[in-house]
């Protein structure tokens, strides 16, 4: 269908795909003995046409994610494609699930995102979990009755790794469900309630807040769906093949006509205090809704005009220039990702060995030794550090009664810290040997009788000892890794946070059953333990910080790694206890760390401050 383009958002279709993990069916009766009445002319997909292009690629590695290895039953690794986002559980959690007699898992959908209504043939069993070729012939399936619309919308919650390579597994579908990418175009987002568990960079790229053209959209639509059929869940379960496709086929179409019905019309209970009686008033609610989209319409387009006029119109001329263009082809750079380069410890350990590189081609190295150079002795005694930590938990961890096996295995990592240790000590006095003398000191008021413990170990770096026992150069060594070490901290936060409210909202509503919610729970602990890791490591980055910045005249880093309190610590779309939606505040490790003096340049594009 032919538009304008300001006028094509007019004829965009908007689907929402989602699966719900409730609707199984046990594994009784066959196609043969209950065929279904429908047989593909209204939700369901045609079972035939389905199961025979199953069978064509059933030797096709089909691709899930991973996250816990030990979660997955009866998939292969070859079956496995690692996610690059927030380790999704759409696939690791479901497969927790017990399986075994069961026909089907759940139930797949693909519906109109935007009246929340079921699209027809775009249902179907799972077998195992969101596979893709169980996903893409549903995606596939349902927008073919579309063909003159010039856009279509897909929303899912890991469409941030269903849309890669898409295309290209389209190829291997019939061709009568084929997207003609000539005549339209698809954009992938994310539902509004599960993006704040991705990424930053699919916050950016798969935001509806930031797609041109789809309005207040939050593609959550399969969610209001998924709550009216469940009551038949029960019901359904132990029905044969063509029965139950037939009994859901009933209930979606019920669903869409109580839609219809009610597009124009919605209902509200009004209560009169002074008769204690309530009446049912019929509101219009279409116009209803379209009288507030215009008022605030206009008052988002105020407040626009009001902040660009606080703002240099050259730079506003160029962000606007770069949106459009990022809006256009988003192939190009996203203006909305930070201009900040990030600062993490493998970069400050490679500008480190440049350095030194550097250094010993002017003939300047100061290194005492060929294989262990400054820079490798204080990022080595770091490492060894964050192993102490770790190593602490597991014994503080282990139980008074706990078996051989585990107490071989902890003092196994012990002796391995111990021997650690003890070679990094020995290229330590190298470069502070006032450090040896203080250790001797130490060593002589230690009980010789006590079992040693190389995780409580001090190992002197120069952030733990006297200003006198290393050189300035080891301290700015030092510095520079332990900044990026809390920045690494951060982010490794933040993203556990994301992790632990997505498994949080999936547990939810998919998971059910001791088993599963047992397996799932061990998830969500070892993601808390991963938590509790990162802010360890947090604090002993700035602590070190702390005590380094003096000595080296450091200022402005705090504005950045400030100190860490355990209300600051949670999601980001979760208040403090007691905190309602409308007075939550956000934690300050989600917001812009810090800003520059140079207010034009650099707090207008969100930079980090630079550190003096």
């Known amino acids: 269908m032919k538009a304008p383009s300001t006028q094509s958002w007019i004829y965009t279709l908007f689907v929402g795909i989602d699966a719900n993990f409730r609707l199984k069916r046990c594994n009784v009766s066959t196609d043969a003995t209950d065929p279904s009445l429908n047989g593909g002319s209204a939700y369901f997909v045609e079972e035939n046409t389905f199961k025979t292009h199953l ?19 009866g998939v292969t690794h ?30 797949g959908t693909v519906d109109c995102a935007r009246h929340n209504m079921k699209l027809p043939t775009a249902v179907r069993d799972l077998q195992k ?25 897909a929303s899912y919650d890991i469409a941030c790794q269903w849309s890669k390579q898409l295309w290209k597994r389209m190829e291997k579908l019939p061709p009568t469900l084929w997207f003609d990418r000539e005549a339209g175009h698809v954009d992938f987002a994310v539902p509004k309630f599960y993006l704040p568990a991705h990424k930053e960079a699919c916050q950016l790229n798969y935001s509806f807040n930031l797609i041109p053209w789809v309005g207040c959209t939050d593609g ?9 059929i469940n009551l038949v869940a029960s019901s359904t379960k132990e029905m044969g093949p063509g029965s139950r496709r037939d009994t859901l086929d009933d209930f979606f179409s019920d669903w869409n006509w109580k839609k219809t019905i009610s597009l124009s019309k919605s209902s509200c209970i009004t209560l009169d205090l002074e008769r204690l009686t309530s009446c049912v008033v019929q509101d219009d609610a279409l116009l209803t809704k379209m009288k507030e989209a215009v008022m605030q319409k206009h008052q988002q387009h105020a407040a626009l005009q009001e902040l660009e006029a606080a703002l240099p119109p050259r730079r506003v001329s160029q962000w606007t220039t770069e949106v459009e263009a990022w809006e256009a082809n988003q192939e190009v750079l996203n203006p909305y990702r930070c201009k900040q380069e990030v600062v993490t410890q493998a970069k400050i350990h490679l500008e480190l060995a440049k350095e030194e590189a550097k250094l010993l081609q002017e003939g300047d190295d100061v290194s005492l030794n060929s294989k262990v150079s400054p820079s490798i002795l204080i990022s080595t005694g770091i490492d060894l550090e964050y192993q102490q930590r770790r190593l602490s938990a597991e014994v503080s961890s282990l139980a008074s009664d706990a078996m051989d096996e585990q107490r071989l295995k902890v003092r196994t990592q012990i002796n391995v810290l111990q021997r650690k240790i003890e070679g990094w000590v020995s290229y330590q006095i190298l470069y502070m040997p006032l450090v040896a003398r203080q250790r001797a000191s130490n060593i002589s008021n230690l009980d010789t009788s006590q079992e040693a413990r190389p995780y409580a170990f001090n190992l002197l770096l120069p952030s733990q000892c006297p200003l006198s026992f290393s050189t300035r150069r080891l301290k700015e060594y030092e510095w520079k890794l332990r900044y990026a070490q809390g920045l690494d901290a951060l982010e490794e936060i933040r993203q556990n946070l994301r992790l632990r409210s997505y498994l949080l909202q999936f547990k939810q509503v998919n998971i059910r059953g001791q088993v599963a919610n047992t397996r799932a729970q061990n998830t969500l602990n070892t993601v808390k333990d991963r938590i509790k890791s990162s802010i360890s490591k947090y604090h002993a980055a700035r602590m070190a910080l702390v005590s380094l910045s003096p000595g080296l005249e450091k200022t402005r880093w705090d504005a950045v790694i400030r100190e860490l309190q ?16 409308g007075r939550r505040t956000l934690s300050w490790i989600w917001q812009t760390l810090g800003v520059s003096e140079n207010q034009d340049e650099d707090l207008q594009d969100g930079k980090y401050p630079t550190i003096e």
């Open 220 to 228: 959550e639509a399969p969610e209001c769906g998924w709550a009216n």
């Open 55 to 73: 069978l064509l690629h059933a030797a096709d590695p089909q691709e899930v994610f991973f996250f816990y290895l030990d979660l997955m039953q």
């Open 129 to 153: 979990g969101e596979k893709y070729i169980n996903m893409d012939y549903l995606f596939f399936s349902a927008i073919r009755h579309f063909p003159s619309l010039p856009c279509v919308v």
């Open 78 to 107: 070859s079956q496995m494609k690692k996610s690059t986002c927030s380790g999704h559980t759409a696939m690791n959690l479901v497969n927790s699930r017990k399986s075994h007699g069961f026909a089907a898992t759940g139930v």
């Open 566 to 581: 355990d209300d600051d610590i949670h999601g980001l779309t979760v208040g403090l206890d007691g905190q309602t939606e």
